[in-house]
């Protein structure tokens, strides 16, 4: 087991639960979930595993409901937030439709896939290149450093098994000002409350890290970057799949699955955390410090008045 949390470093961790084939910890302090030995994980053998042509076959089964509830989704996010478009640079695009839709959008792709069998599926269907990899710094040409207006990685995020040295990478590759925008499942989710320690979230053993709001943005925190919005979302069919299950019930109202679903998102429910941020600039690091400064000093002031 971990002596410490690989996030707040507390010693207040404890067992989750225990899989047929690895475990799972809890941390205390910070509300982490994570598998533990990181360090002695075969990445690649994870990923070509899992992510085989079974896989792609099943992607390609649903392509369209794909495209309808997550890359549009996502080329919507992309377009909102950064409007004059430019050089997008996504990790982990799997299959390739999002990279596709932001090609055709005008913006300049590149993608890092480390699943062979992706690869070939997203040349053969999309006509996209891309570099069949693990992420790792140096798959990149030097010369793209600095010029990215965007990098985005759709649960990815979840897969690192290092993601403080992972983010602190991207920040060599985005343009001054540029934007990082990326998905989690939500560790807090209803999925998560109605499976318990059976969600597939938890049962899916690629899952190394699982995260809630208040870690993720404490991760974020650490390494300075400024966190632009956060929020949660549901999707409606998973939601239907779920409430038919608990009810025995096959047709729901739908202004109830509505309704649960806006609930649902308010409360930081939702199935997956959306989150986009940038770097801190030197002048917003600086005036934290200068809050936290003045904030020390009143506390001195206080305490050497009671003093008196």
Not at 6 to 30: A, G, M, R, T
Not at 113 to 125: L, M
Request: negative net charge.
């Amino acid at each position: 087991m971990h002596e410490s949390c690989p996030l707040c470093h507390s010693v207040q961790i404890e067992l989750f639960h225990e899989y047929p084939s690895f475990s799972l910890i809890s941390c205390k302090d910070c509300d982490l979930v994570f598998r533990p030995h990181l360090d002695q994980l075969n990445a690649i053998e994870i990923v070509t595993d899992i992510y085989d042509a079974d896989w792609v076959a099943m992607r390609n089964q649903y392509a369209k409901k794909t495209f309808t509830e997550h890359a549009i989704f996502n080329i919507l996010l992309l377009e909102m937030w950064c409007p004059a478009k430019g050089k997008l640079l996504e990790i982990g695009p799997g299959t390739g439709e999002m990279l596709y839709l932001a090609r055709e959008a005008g913006w300049q792709v590149i993608g890092v896939e480390p699943s062979p069998a992706s690869c070939a599926y997203a040349h053969d269907r999309y006509g996209l290149q891309l570099i069949h990899s693990l992420w790792d710094a140096s798959v990149l040409d030097e010369e793209l450093k600095g010029s990215f207006d965007a990098i985005v990685f759709w649960h990815v995020l979840e897969h690192i098994s290092n993601p403080k040295q992972y983010l602190e990478e991207l920040k060599e590759f985005l343009k001054p000002g540029g934007k990082i925008l990326f998905s989690v499942p939500n560790k807090k989710s209803f999925t998560n409350e109605l499976l318990g320690v059976y969600s597939p979230l938890y049962t899916e053993s690629d899952h190394l890290f699982h995260y809630s709001r208040n870690n993720l943005q404490s991760l974020l925190q650490q390494g300075a970057w400024q966190v632009l919005t956060i929020f949660s979302r549901e999707e409606t069919n998973r939601l239907e799949s779920h409430l038919q299950k608990i009810t025995g019930l096959t047709d729901l109202p739908l202004t109830d699955i509505m309704r649960l679903s806006v609930m649902l998102q308010s409360a930081f429910q939702g199935h997956e955390i959306f989150c986009i941020a940038t770097q801190q600039s030197q002048n917003t690091t600086m005036n934290e410090q200068e809050v936290n400064n003045a904030d020390e000093e009143t506390q001195a002031d206080s305490f050497h008045g009671c003093e008196k």
